[in-house]
């Protein structure tokens, strides 16, 4: 369900945004690549947190909203693990979060839902796939205790 709220208030943000708020998005992104650059988790998930939120707020849709505070509770509560970067590959992932907020300003800014809906699911499948690697890490077999009786 998170990408569908996720899409659908990315396509009310670029129907409805202000320009306040597209000045504060731009600061909170500016904190966040900041924050990933000093490697700052604590700061990241805020920031990030933040940035999502602003979004949620260009939206201007009350019932939305608060399912979208939910989401973002949780993201910030599991994103503790993935903004410690602690390979090569959890920094491209960091770093391609950070492209794609930028994406998003941009996109919200030219009024193009298409790009942002579709900037949604890339930005959702690499936070699905971090918490995956989380949740089942790699070598480790699911099944492994199963047959060893």
């Known amino acids: 369900v998170a990408p569908m709220v996720y899409a ?11 320009p306040s708020q597209m000045v504060d998005l731009k600061d909170t992104q ?12 604590l700061s990241m998930v805020v920031e990030n947190n933040r940035f999502h939120e602003i979004i949620g707020e260009m939206s201007a849709n009350a019932y939305l909203q608060p399912s979208l505070g939910r989401l973002l509770i949780d993201h910030a509560r599991i994103g503790h693990t993935f903004f410690r970067p602690r390979n090569d590959d959890m920094r491209k992932r960091l770093q391609t979060a950070v492209e794609h907020h930028d994406g998003f300003i941009s996109a919200i800014g030219a009024h193009d839902e298409d790009a942002v809906v579709d900037l949604v699911f890339e930005h959702w499948e ?20 199963v047959g060893d009786n």
């Open 8 to 18: 659908a208030i990315g396509r009310l943000a670029v129907q409805n945004f202000k």
């Open 126 to 145: 690499l936070s699905r796939e971090n918490m995956e690697m989380f949740i089942a890490p790699q070598g480790m077999k699911a099944d492994a205790l």
């Open 30 to 41: 500016e904190r966040f690549r900041a924050a990933s650059k000093s490697g700052d988790a």
